[in-house]
């Protein structure tokens, strides 16, 4: 059961870094980074949800893994435009 959990989460994130991908491909660094991004915040997330839940709780552990993915790969997100920087006056 835990194989399907890692293989699940792991699908998961991989779909969620996909959809950041191609929503936001203009502000998000390089695209494998993206992707690595995405699984290793879903296996992390579904690592902690099934160990603070107990382990029959599927749903609840893809669940997990879905808000630390999006959470994860919501780092890498440049601002839109560029910041201006001003430096101090004298």
Request: proline share 4%; aromatic share 4%; charged share 10%.
């Amino acid at each position: 059961m835990m194989l399907f959990e890692a293989l699940g989460s792991a699908l998961l994130g991989l779909v969620l870094a996909g959809a950041a991908i191609h929503r936001l491909s203009d502000r998000l660094p390089n695209r494998s980074l993206v992707l690595a991004t995405g699984v290793a915040g879903a296996l992390f997330g579904a690592f902690i949800t099934h160990s603070a839940l107990d382990p029959g709780n599927f749903l609840l552990n893809l669940l997990g893994a879905a808000i630390v993915s999006a959470a994860s790969v919501s780092l890498l997100v440049r601002p839109a435009g560029r910041l201006r920087r001003r430096s101090a006056p004298a």
